[in-house]
C-alpha cells in the first residue's frame, strides 16, 4: 500500500507492509529491513547507480510495518511509486558493513527470502541444476500456494536442447530466457498438434528504422543532408514498407507492427492520437513526388536534379542471420515499391554502439537510414526523442541519434514524465504520441517477442510483457495428472 504526499515541495510517500510476514527461516520481516536495503543502496561501496538513492532526502520506518520515502526538494519523481527498497534480512547481515556483505557468498548462494519456494536440501549444482522447495513460511500458504511442491531450474541447455526434453517429458517449462524466437514455426506447428503449448507476448523491445534528421555538417549524404528534414519522405517511407509482410515472413505473424513506440496493449496507447501508416505504396509514391523526388530516367531509382535517392543502412551485428533477412527485406521493398535506394551495411556492434559522438555510427549520428532496438520500461519512452537528448558535442551520450527537435513534442514529453497524476500523464503522453507519429522521426518496424513454451499439462503459465520473469505466478502454476 502507498500513499503519496508532499511536504515542503518535495515528494513523499508511506509504503505499508502486508501484517505477520516471515522470513523464510521464520523470523519477522519488518519495515526496518527494507530501510537495511536502501542503506546499502546508497553506500558508496555498493557498484549500482545511486541515481534515486542520492535524490532521497530520507527513507526510514515509521513502525514495523511502514517505511517513508521522501524525495530531495524540487525533484518531481515520475516513478515515485517505485521507491520502496526491496527487504533484505538485518537480523542476518545487520553487522556486515556493504563491501563485507558483497564479498560474502551466503546471500547469493544460501538465500533467504519470503516468496513461495526456499532453497532445497538438494541446493544448488552450479552449472547443472537449482532445486527450489515449499516455503511453509509462505504468507499465502493457507491459500494453498505455492500448487506444486518442489520446482528444479536446470541450466546450460540449448533452445533445441530444451524443446527436445519437453518432448520427452522431461521438462515441464521452458522459459523466455532461452529465446525461443528462432523456433516459431517449429512452435506454432507442435501447438498445432497440441504437443507443446507456446504463448507469444509482446516484448518492450521495439525494432525500428531511423532518419538521419540531423545529420554532423562533415558527413556526406549522397541525396542530401537535408533528406529526412523533410517531413513528408519519412512519411513516404512508412507507406512504402509492408510492415505486416514483414512480421509475417520473418516472426511467423506473432509480433505487432506499432504505430508509436509502444505496444497497442499499453494502457497509455492513445489509439484516437495517432497517425497510422498502413501499407499503401501509392501515398508514399505520391508523396515522393510532392517532395520533388521522380524517376525521370526510368533506372527504377528516384532522383532530384542531380542527386539520387540512394541511402546507405546500418545495423548489425555482423553474421546475424535476422538481421540479413530484415535489411534484405526492407532493400527490396522500398526499391519495388517506391524507387528508394538502399544500401545495406552490418557492422559489428562495437562498431554501431560504442564510439559515441563523434564517431560513432548511430551516435554520432553518421547514417541515413539505422535500425535496431531499443528497451524500454514500463513508462512510454518519448524521452529518447527529446531536443535536448540529441547526440552532440554537449552531450556526447545522447539517445536522440536522429537529431528531432520539436519544443511541441518536448513540452508533451517532460510533462508526462514529472505529472504526478495519471490524467495529466495520460493526456501529455498522448499528446506526445500524436505528434510523434505526424512527425515520424523514426518508424517502429515491430515488437519484438517474448516466447515461453510449456507442456500441456502445466496450468497457470502466463508470460506478461512488462514482467522481468514469464515464472512471476509461480505460486500458481500448477501440473495436471498426466
Known amino acids: 500500500m502507498l500513499r503519496p504526499s508532499r511536504l515542503h515541495c518535495s515528494v513523499s510517500l508511506r509504503f505499508r507492509l502486508k501484517p505477520d510476514l516471515q522470513w523464510s527461516d521464520g523470523q519477522p520481516l519488518t519495515a526496518d529491513d527494507s530501510v537495511f536495503s536502501f542503506e546499502i543502496a546508497a553506500s558508496a561501496d555498493t557498484p549500482i547507480s545511486h541515481f534515486v538513492t542520492d535524490r532521497t532526502a530520507h527513507y526510514d520506518a515509521l513502525d514495523a510495518l511502514t517505511v517513508r520515502w521522501t524525495g530531495l526538494p524540487g525533484w518531481r ?4 511509486f517505485l521507491r520502496f527498497w526491496t527487504p533484505f534480512p538485518r537480523h542476518l547481515y545487520g553487522q556486515l ?20 519456494f526456499v532453497l532445497g536440501p538438494e541446493g544448488w549444482v552450479k552449472g547443472d541444476h537449482l532445486t527450489l522447495v515449499r516455503n511453509p513460511h509462505y504468507f499465502r500458504a493457507a491459500e494453498g500456494l505455492p500448487r506444486v511442491d518442489r520446482v528444479t531450474f536446470r541450466f546450460g541447455l540449448s533452445p533445441e536442447q530444451i524443446l ?19 523456433q516459431i514455426a517449429f512452435l506454432l506447428q507442435a501447438q498445432a498438434g497440441h504437443v507443446l503449448a507456446p504463448q507469444f507476448v509482446p516484448d518492450t523491445k521495439f525494432e525500428h528504422l531511423d532518419f538521419g534528421i540531423q545529420p554532423p555538417d562533415d558527413y556526406k549524404r549522397a541525396a542530401g543532408n537535408d533528406l529526412f528534414q523533410d517531413a513528408r519522405v519519412r512519411r513516404a517511407v512508412a507507406y512504402c514498407l509492408d510492415r505486416e509482410a514483414l512480421v509475417d515472413q520473418l516472426l511467423n505473424g506473432v509480433a505487432e507492427a506499432p504505430a508509436a513506440y509502444l505496444s497497442s496493449r499499453h494502457p497509455l496507447y492513445a489509439a484516437a492520437q495517432i497517425t497510422p501508416y498502413p501499407f499503401d505504396p501509392a501515398q508514399g509514391q505520391a508523396l515522393l513526388e510532392e517532395a520533388s523526388w521522380s524517376d525521370r530516367d526510368g533506372d527504377g531509382v528516384r532522383e532530384n536534379g542531380q542527386r539520387k535517392l540512394s541511402l546507405s543502412y546500418a545495423s548489425g551485428p555482423e553474421g546475424s542471420a535476422f538481421r540479413e533477412a530484415l535489411m534484405q527485406f526492407v532493400q527490396a521493398q522500398l526499391l519495388a515499391n517506391c524507387g528508394i535506394e538502399v544500401r545495406p551495411q552490418l557492422y559489428t556492434l562495437e562498431e554501431l554502439y560504442n564510439d559515441l559522438w563523434p564517431t560513432g555510427v548511430v551516435f554520432g549520428r553518421r547514417f541515413d537510414l539505422a535500425e535496431f532496438a531499443w528497451v524500454t520500461g514500463v513508462e512510454p519512452p518519448c524521452e529518447l526523442y527529446l531536443t535536448e537528448a540529441i547526440a552532440s558535442e554537449q552531450n556526447p551520450g545522447g539517445e536522440n ?5 520539436n519544443p511541441a513534442f518536448d513540452a508533451a514529453c517532460r510533462a508526462a514524465r514529472t505529472a504526478l497524476d495519471e490524467a495529466t500523464r495520460r493526456a501529455r503522453h498522448a499528446e506526445a504520441q500524436a505528434i510523434f507519429t505526424r512527425d515520424l522521426p523514426s518508424l517502429p518496424l515491430f515488437l519484438r517477442v517474448k516466447v515461453g513454451v510449456a507442456l500441456p499439462r502445466v496450468n497457470g503459465y502466463q508470460p506478461d510483457s512488462t514482467a522481468s520473469s514469464d515464472l512471476w505466478n509461480i505460486e500458481s502454476i500448477s501440473l495436471s495428472a498426466p
Open 97 to 116: 558493513s556493504p563491501r563485507e556483505i558483497l564479498a560474502s557468498p551466503d546471500p547469493a548462494e544460501r538465500p533467504v527470502g519470503w516468496g513461495p
Open 401 to 405: 541519434n536522429t537529431g528531432y527537435s
Open 164 to 182: 527436445a526434453e519437453m518432448l520427452k517429458g522431461r521438462c515441464d517449462i521452458g522459459a523466455e530466457e532461452a529465446d525461443f524466437s528462432g
Open 77 to 80: 519523481d515520475a516513478e515515485f
